[in-house]
């Protein structure tokens, strides 16, 4: 399998879920068992020396691999979650979107100071989601956090908001947004 080949069986949804979105529906590549393995292996040959304790998931498609990649590594699983999701007390996160604000949460008490996180979802576009759920758990007090993305959308500057921000940022896939 090569990256090359997992792309091809991500399909694209034009217009989904408002005019002018290309979509990228992960669920063919999913659906591929080589291809689910490829993200898995990948995900675990790029983190398995960095000492990582625990992986922290975006809802809902950072649930999928996420869990997969986190066994491998012998890491935990942390769900980040939308409000009144989780059942316990929680610590949050609200953030500007494109149409008005967004809020996160993760539950109180589930990393604690010295986790190594790794911050996991399956796209990265303008990175809003992602800097969001890297407040949130900077505001855990963890050790390190990296971040990653099964695919990257190229000329959304979410990379490059990241990186602006210090933090370390890694993708599985790389497609142009228009593609
Ligand atoms: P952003 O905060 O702009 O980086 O958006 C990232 C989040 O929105 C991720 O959770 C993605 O699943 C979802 N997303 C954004 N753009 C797309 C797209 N073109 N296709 C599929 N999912 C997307």
């Given at each position: ?25 992960i ?5 591929k ?5 490829w ?16 992986i ?15 066994i ?7 769900p980040i ?21 967004d ?6 008490g589930?990393l ?11 796209i990265?576009?303008?990175?809003g ?36 921000n ?5 993708c599985?896939?790389?497609i142009?947004?228009?593609?």
């Amino acid at each position: 399998m090569t990256a090359k080949e997992v792309i091809a069986a991500i399909r694209n949804v034009p217009d989904f879920p408002i005019p002018g979105i290309q979509f990228k529906d992960i669920t063919t590549a999913l659906a591929k068992p080589e291809c689910l393995q490829w993200m898995r292996d990948e995900m675990v040959r790029r983190y398995k020396d960095l000492g990582i304790t625990q992986i922290v998931g975006i809802e809902s498609r950072g649930f999928i691999v996420g869990p997969a990649v986190a066994i491998e590594l012998g890491a935990g699983f942390v769900p980040i979650r939308k409000p009144g999701k989780l059942p316990a007390e929680t610590i949050s996160v609200s953030y500007e979107k494109e149409y008005g604000t967004d809020t996160i949460e993760m539950h109180k008490g589930a990393l604690n100071e010295n986790d190594v996180v790794l911050i996991h979802d399956d796209i990265l576009a303008t990175g809003g989601s992602m800097m969001a759920a890297v407040e949130l758990v900077k505001k855990a007090g963890v050790k390190k956090i990296y971040t990653n993305c099964l695919i990257e959308l190229e000329g959304l500057n979410g990379r490059k908001l990241l990186e602006g921000n210090g933090v370390d940022f890694d993708c599985l896939l790389e497609i142009e947004v228009d593609e």
